[in-house]
C-alpha cells in the first residue's frame, strides 16, 4: 500500500514504553487500516453527500435571496467588472465613478434611472475596490455579456461564485486524497464543515474576489503539498506561477510566499543538485513575472506599486472615522475577537441577538474549530512536521501574520482584522483537525459522530438564519 513520507515516518517510530518497532507489525496493521477504512468510507460517503447537498441549497438560497447588494463592498466590487467590460481596461482608483446601474439597483429603482449623482455621493460614489488585484475581474467579465439586464448580469456572477465554489470543493477532495490517502473521505467531511458555515457561503456567492482567492489558495497548498512529498523541484515551478496568481487575485494571499519559501528549503535540504536550485530560482521568478505587470499598472498610475495608500485615503472616513490607533497590545484581543470568530458573514454579526442558544451553540463551534487546531498543532509535537500537516497550518498562521501587519503597520483598523480575510486558508484548518485526531487518536467514530453533530449544527444555524436573509 503506497503511503505518504510522514506516514511512513511514523510508522517506523518505536512504540511508548517498548523498544520493538512499529514496523515489526506492518502487514497485520495494514490490513487492519484497510478495513478501518472501508468502515470509514462507508459512514463518511453519506454524510460528505449531505454536506454538499446543504451547501448547494443555502447557496442558491443566498443567490436569489439576499439582496443586491451585499454591504460587504458587493457593488464595488461589480463596478470592476463593468468597467472592464464596457471600457476595456481596469479602473483607475479615485477616477472611475460608480456605474449608474449599480447604483440604480442598490436603490432598489433599477431598470430605472437612479437621481444619485455618483461625483457628489461620497465613497458610494467612486468605484472605490480598483485597488484591488485584476485577475478575478478579467476572469469574471465574459460573463457580464451572457444578458442585457444589469441585474441578472449580477445574479449570473453570484451564480459563477457558487461555481467556484464547487471547484473549490473539488480542489479540496484533491488535496485530502493527496494528505490522508485512504482516510480523505473523512478529510473532506472535515472541510465540508468548514464550507457550510454561513460566512463561507455568503461570501463565496456574493460578488468579490474572494471567490476565486479560496480555489486558488487551495490549489496552491496542494501542489505544495506535493512538492514537499516527493521533494520535486520541478514541482516548484508551479508552485510559483500559482503563488503569482494568487497575488494577482487577493493581496492578501502574499502569506503564500512564506509557504512557498519554506517548502523550497525543505526541497532543497534533500535536493542539493545545481539544477534543483535553478528550479527554486525560477520559482520564485515565476511568481514575480506573474505580478509584475499588475505592479507596473500601479507604477505607472498610481507612481506606488499598489494603489493601498490611496484607497486607505478613501475609505478612511468609512472604516476608521475618529483615527483611532491600534497598538501591538490590542492584537491578541482583536484576534480572539474577530479573526477566531468566522462563523457568520461580517454583516450577520447582530443575528445572535436575542437568541441567546445559538449564541452558545456558535461558540462551542468556534472554540472547537481554531482554538482547537491551536491545542492539537502543540499536541502533534515534532509529528507536526514528520507528517508534513504544518503545511496546512502554516498558510492560516501567515494569514494571520499578513492581517496583523495590516492592523498595525497601515492603521486600517476595521479594515483588516475581520475573520474573511482568513476564509481563503480556514478549509485547511478543517483538514489539520482531522488529520491530526487521527495520528493523535487513531479512533475514526468519535471523528465522524463530530462531524456529523457539527453539520447538524450548521443546517440547523443556517434553517435559523434563512427566514431573515433578506434583511441586510
Known amino acids: 500500500m503506497e503511503v505518504s513520507s510522514g506516514e511512513a515516518a511514523i510508522e517506523t517510530l518505536p512504540d511508548v514504553g517498548t523498544s520493538r518497532p512499529v514496523g515489526a507489525h506492518v502487514a497485520p496493521a495494514r490490513h487492519r487500516k484497510r478495513a478501518v477504512s472501508r468502515k470509514a468510507d462507508l459512514v463518511a460517503l453519506p454524510v460528505v453527500v449531505f454536506q454538499i447537498v446543504a451547501v448547494i441549497v443555502f447557496s442558491v438560497i443566498t443567490i436569489m435571496h439576499y439582496p443586491l447588494w451585499s454591504p460587504v463592498d458587493e457593488g464595488a466590487h461589480f463596478d470592476n467588472i463593468v468597467y472592464i467590460a464596457e471600457h476595456g481596461s481596469y479602473p483607475i482608483l479615485g477616477k472611475a465613478l460608480a456605474s449608474e446601474q449599480e447604483l440604480a439597483i442598490g436603490k432598489g429603482v433599477y431598470p430605472k434611472r437612479t437621481t444619485v449623482n455618483p461625483r457628489t455621493d461620497g465613497l458610494s460614489g467612486l468605484s472605490y475596490e480598483a485597488f484591488q488585484p485584476p485577475l478575478y475581474y478579467y ?51 472535515g472541510g465540508l464543515v468548514v464550507f457550510l458555515m454561513p460566512g463561507i457561503i455568503v461570501r463565496m456567492v456574493t460578488i468579490s474576489n474572494l471567490n476565486l482567492a479560496v480555489p486558488l489558495s487551495i490549489l496552491t497548498v496542494t501542489e505544495l503539498w506535493i512538492a514537499w512529498q516527493r521533494r520535486s523541484s520541478l514541482r516548484l515551478l508551479g508552485c510559483g506561477f500559482l503563488v503569482g496568481c494568487g497575488v494577482l487575485t487577493d493581496l492578501y494571499l502574499v502569506e503564500l510566499v512564506p509557504v512557498l519559501a519554506l517548502v523550497v528549503i525543505a526541497v532543497l535540504r534533500q535536493n542539493r543538485r545545481t539544477r534543483d536550485l ?148 480556514l478549509p485547511f484548518i478543517g483538514l489539520f483537525i482531522v488529520a491530526a485526531l487521527l495520528v493523535i487518536f487513531r479512533a475514526v467514530r468519535p471523528l465522524v459522530t463530530s462531524i456529523c453533530v457539527s453539520s447538524a449544527f450548521l443546517v440547523g444555524l443556517w434553517i435559523f438564519l434563512v427566514p431573515n436573509i433578506h434583511a441586510t
Not at 311 to 334: F, M, W, Y
Request: hydrophobic letters at 55%; aromatic letters at 12%.
Open 139 to 189: 476572469l469574471a467579465t465574459p460573463l457580464f455579456f451572457v444578458t442585457g439586464n444589469y441585474h441578472s448580469k449580477a445574479i449570473v456572477l453570484r451564480f459563477f461564485g457558487l461555481f467556484l465554489l464547487a471547484v473549490s470543493i473539488a480542489l479540496f477532495a484533491r488535496l485530502s486524497r493527496h494528505v490522508l490517502r485512504e482516510r480523505w473521505l473523512l478529510g473532506l467531511a
Open 278 to 425: 535553478l528550479n527554486a530560482i525560477s520559482a520564485a521568478v515565476i511568481a514575480g513575472l506573474t505580478v509584475l505587470p499588475w505592479l507596473i499598472f500601479n507604477e505607472i498610475k498610481y507612481h506606488s506599486l499598489t494603489a493601498s495608500a490611496i484607497a486607505k485615503r478613501e475609505q478612511v472616513s468609512i472604516v476608521n472615522p475618529n483615527h483611532v490607533h491600534d497598538t501591538i497590545g490590542q492584537i491578541p484581543g482583536l484576534t480572539v475577537q474577530s479573526l477566531f470568530q468566522p462563523l457568520l458573514p461580517q454583516e450577520w454579526d447582530v443575528r445572535f441577538i436575542g437568541h441567546s442558544p445559538w449564541a452558545y451553540l456558535a461558540s462551542i463551534f468556534q472554540i472547537l474549530l481554531i482554538p482547537g487546531a491551536v491545542v492539537l498543532t502543540i499536541a502533534l509535537g515534532r509529528r507536526l512536521a514528520l507528517t508534513g500537516y504544518w503545511l496546512l497550518i502554516v498558510p492560516w498562521v501567515c494569514n494571520l501574520g499578513v492581517c496583523w501587519y495590516i492592523d498595525i503597520g497601515q492603521q486600517w483598523v476595521t479594515g483588516s482584522m475581520v475573520a474573511r480575510y482568513t476564509y481563503p486558508t
